[in-house]
């Protein structure tokens, strides 16, 4: 494969990075590298610059059956779950964690180029938080215990025991390439479970990447594998195969109602975290000088590609245009650029091009009802017009009713909206389908811990936003998902009960 040529604002690629690029990228199954069995292959593009990066395989079912197959074998074996000892499979865990740390600098220009955003974002916290996430699950491994359960029949001695569910689907998005495998895949490893990762097709390349990684550190073969394709395709073929038995997804509702409905024949476990228009409050005896730049990176971090974006902003009214005001300023700041490029940007383009037309639209949509932009409203131009850029767009004048204040644009957009009194804005901030997160900023403890309390979200931020941590679990209400990531949750959400009956009389 010929390299693309780069933008000379470029900074060098690392030679590793470069011979990645250029090579023929294979399928991960059942530790061998192979095409796919049809040989058909997609391309990655650079949200940067809309060029391609590379070809990678697109799976299809039939390689989803040999994956299937391949992690089938080795789980049935007990490579992994029984034959190491649960000591051996937290130091293999660990391993891996340290070559993630040790190769930062390549997985970090391969999230960059693939998903647009600024490399140096993805050195210091995509892939130190994916290293710490394997670490946190290595400790798990010696941990994992069942009970003794006092039953009330005269003689009987009951048990349980936590086991693996078997093959674990992980379906992943493109928004945090790297960040978002690592937090399906290291509970499913530290639970015993053999895995085929499904990166998202926007951003296949870090995936391929970790599948080195794992031979490298010396994994059983058939543990974790990994296939490049579409969701219709290798995503649909995963969840409707009858040999796996679990799929963990993050990504859309819509796609999640689609994975509910195909593995329904199979009845196999699903979780899912889906996205949100979580609420973020200012009331007016906040540190507003914390809130405002609290609230312009809750809406714009990651581009606004994020699940939990600070997307619908509830500011008290008597301090709305000041709170506005320094918003629009902190907005200002931010320099929206190439990920790859050298002098680095706070943000990067859009994932892809029809992402860039999703959240164009709503903007559209957003100016078609009323809604006013304070700052921001339009693809950028000039040295950026062949990626994928958004100006970080603050609109007021916005009522809840809206589209644009109601459903996820995942882009750089956010709602101010004004409120009145405690009760209203509560009752606002719940009336949504979703339920990921939610956020209040005040110095009120009263008022902090009542909201804590009666937010309808599975994470609460009071005077901060965005902190997740690998012991602390995450997840959604309602329609955000179900299950729990991270933390002790996530061993359960990967792992089976058994319950074990003894005559012991
Ligand atoms: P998506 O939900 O289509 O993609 C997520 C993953 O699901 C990808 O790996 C994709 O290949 C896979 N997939 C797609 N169709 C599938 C199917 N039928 N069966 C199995 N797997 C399938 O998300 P997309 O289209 O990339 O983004 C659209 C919107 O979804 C975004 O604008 C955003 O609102 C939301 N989203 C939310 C994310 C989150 O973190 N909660 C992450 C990515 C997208
Ligand atoms: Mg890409």
Same mark, same amino acid.
């Given at each position: 494969?010929?390299?693309?040529?780069?933008?000379?604002?470029?900074?060098?690629?690392?030679? /590793?990075?470069?011979?990645?690029?250029?090579? !023929?990228?294979?399928?991960?199954?059942?530790?061998?590298?192979?095409?796919?069995?049809?040989? @058909?292959?997609?391309?990655?593009?650079?949200?940067?610059?809309?060029?391609?990066?590379? +070809?990678?395989?697109?799976?299809?079912?039939?390689?989803?059956?040999?994956?299937?197959?391949?992690?089938?074998?080795?789980?049935?074996?007990?490579?992994?779950?029984? %034959?190491?000892?649960?000591?051996?499979?937290?130091?293999?865990?660990?391993?891996?964690?340290?070559?993630?740390?040790?190769?930062?600098?390549?997985?970090?220009?391969?999230?960059?180029?693939?998903?647009?955003?600024?490399?140096?974002?993805?050195? $210091?916290?995509?892939?130190?938080?994916?290293?710490?996430?394997?670490?946190?699950?290595?400790?798990?491994?010696?941990?994992?215990?069942?009970?003794?359960?006092?039953?009330?029949?005269?003689?009987?001695?009951?048990?349980?025991?936590?086991?693996?569910?078997?093959?674990?689907?992980?379906?992943?998005?493109?928004?945090?390439?790297?960040?978002?495998?690592?937090?399906?895949?290291?509970?499913?490893?530290?639970?015993?479970?053999?895995?085929?990762? %499904?990166?998202?097709?926007?951003?296949?390349?870090?995936?391929?990447?970790?599948?080195?990684?794992?031979? /490298?550190?010396?994994?059983?073969?058939?543990?974790?594998?990994?296939?490049?394709?579409?969701?219709?395709?290798?995503?649909?073929?995963?969840?409707?195969?009858?040999?796996?038995?679990?799929?963990?997804?993050?990504?859309?509702?819509?796609?999640?109602?689609?994975?509910?409905?195909?593995?329904?024949? &199979?009845?196999?476990?699903?979780?899912?975290?889906?996205?949100?228009?979580?609420?973020?409050?200012?009331?007016?005896?906040?540190?507003? !000088?914390?809130?405002?730049?609290?609230?312009?990176?809750?809406?714009?971090?990651?581009?606004?590609?994020?699940?939990?974006?600070?997307?619908?902003?509830?500011?008290?009214?008597?301090?709305?245009?000041?709170?506005?005001?320094?918003?629009?300023?902190?907005? @200002?700041?931010?320099? *929206?650029?190439?990920?790859?490029?050298? /002098?680095?940007?706070?943000?990067?383009?859009?994932?892809?091009?029809?992402?860039?037309?999703?959240?164009?639209?709503?903007?559209? =949509?957003?100016?078609?009802?009323?809604?006013?932009?304070?700052?921001?409203?339009?693809?950028?131009?000039?040295?950026?017009?062949?990626?994928?850029?958004? !100006?970080?767009?603050?609109?007021?004048?916005?009522?809840?009713?809206? %589209?644009?204040? +109601?459903?996820?644009?995942?882009?750089? *957009?956010?709602?101010?909206?004004?409120? =009145?009194?405690?009760?209203?804005?509560?009752?606002? @901030?719940?009336?949504?389908?979703?339920?990921?997160?939610?956020?209040?900023? $005040?110095?009120?403890?009263?008022?902090?811990?009542?909201?804590?309390?009666?937010?309808?979200?599975?994470?609460?931020?009071?005077? $901060?936003?965005?902190? &997740? =941590?690998?012991?602390?679990?995450?997840?959604?209400?309602?329609?955000?998902?179900?299950?729990?990531?991270?933390?002790?949750?996530?061993?359960?959400?990967?792992?089976?009960?058994?319950?074990?009956?003894?005559?012991?009389?």
């Amino acid at each position: 494969m010929t390299l693309p040529v780069f933008p000379e604002t470029y900074i060098d690629l690392l030679p /590793e990075v470069r011979a990645f690029l250029g090579e !023929e990228l294979k399928l991960y199954i059942g530790g061998r590298w192979v095409p796919a069995l049809s040989g @058909a292959t997609f391309e990655t593009v650079d949200p940067s610059t809309g060029r391609v990066l590379a +070809r990678v395989p697109s799976a299809q079912a039939e390689d989803v059956d040999a994956a299937v197959r391949a992690a089938r074998q080795t789980f049935d074996s007990g490579a992994w779950h029984l %034959k190491l000892t649960a000591s051996e499979r937290g130091r293999l865990i660990w391993r891996l964690a340290d070559l993630i740390e040790a190769r930062a600098p390549i997985l970090a220009q391969l999230d960059a180029l693939d998903n647009g955003k600024p490399v140096k974002k993805a050195q $210091t916290v995509d892939v130190p938080l994916s290293a710490d996430h394997f670490r946190y699950y290595a400790g798990w491994t010696t941990k994992i215990e069942g009970a003794t359960i006092p039953v009330s029949t005269p003689g009987m001695f009951n048990y349980t025991v936590r086991e693996p569910i078997g093959v674990c689907g992980l379906i992943v998005p493109w928004n945090y390439p790297l960040l978002m495998a690592a937090w399906k895949i290291a509970p499913a490893l530290a639970a015993g479970n053999c895995i085929i990762l %499904k990166p998202a097709e926007q951003t296949p390349l870090s995936a391929l990447y970790l599948a080195r990684l794992f031979e /490298e550190a010396g994994f059983p073969p058939g543990v974790f594998n990994v296939l490049t394709g579409y969701g219709e395709t290798a995503g649909a073929a995963l969840v409707e195969h009858p040999g796996v038995d679990k799929i963990g997804f993050t990504g859309s509702a819509s796609v999640a109602r689609t994975i509910i409905r195909n593995s329904a024949s &199979t009845l196999k476990r699903v979780s899912l975290e889906l996205g949100g228009k979580s609420p973020n409050i200012i009331f007016a005896d906040a540190d507003l !000088e914390q809130a405002v730049v609290g609230a312009t990176w809750a809406s714009f971090g990651n581009n606004g590609q994020s699940c939990t974006a600070g997307s619908r902003l509830y500011i008290e009214r008597r301090v709305f245009d000041r709170v506005v005001e320094g918003i629009a300023d902190e907005v @200002a700041k931010i320099r *929206v650029g190439m990920g790859m490029q050298a /002098e680095q940007p706070d943000l990067g383009p859009v994932v892809s091009g029809d992402q860039l037309n999703t959240v164009m639209g709503y903007i559209q =949509d957003g100016y078609a009802s009323g809604a006013q932009s304070v700052i921001g409203g339009k693809r950028l131009g000039g040295a950026l017009a062949d990626g994928y850029f958004i !100006e970080p767009t603050v609109f007021v004048n916005v009522q809840d009713s809206l %589209k644009i204040a +109601r459903e996820e644009i995942f882009g750089p *957009v956010v709602c101010a909206m004004p409120f =009145d009194d405690a009760d209203e804005v509560l009752w606002r @901030a719940n009336e949504t389908p979703f339920g990921l997160a939610a956020g209040l900023w $005040t110095r009120d403890l009263a008022t902090a811990h009542r909201f804590a309390a009666k937010l309808r979200a599975g994470t609460i931020w009071i005077n $901060t936003w965005g902190d &997740t =941590d690998a012991a602390s679990p995450f997840g959604g209400y309602k329609q955000s998902g179900h299950g729990r990531e991270m933390g002790k949750e996530a061993i359960d959400l990967y792992s089976e009960v058994k319950s074990v009956w003894l005559r012991a009389d």
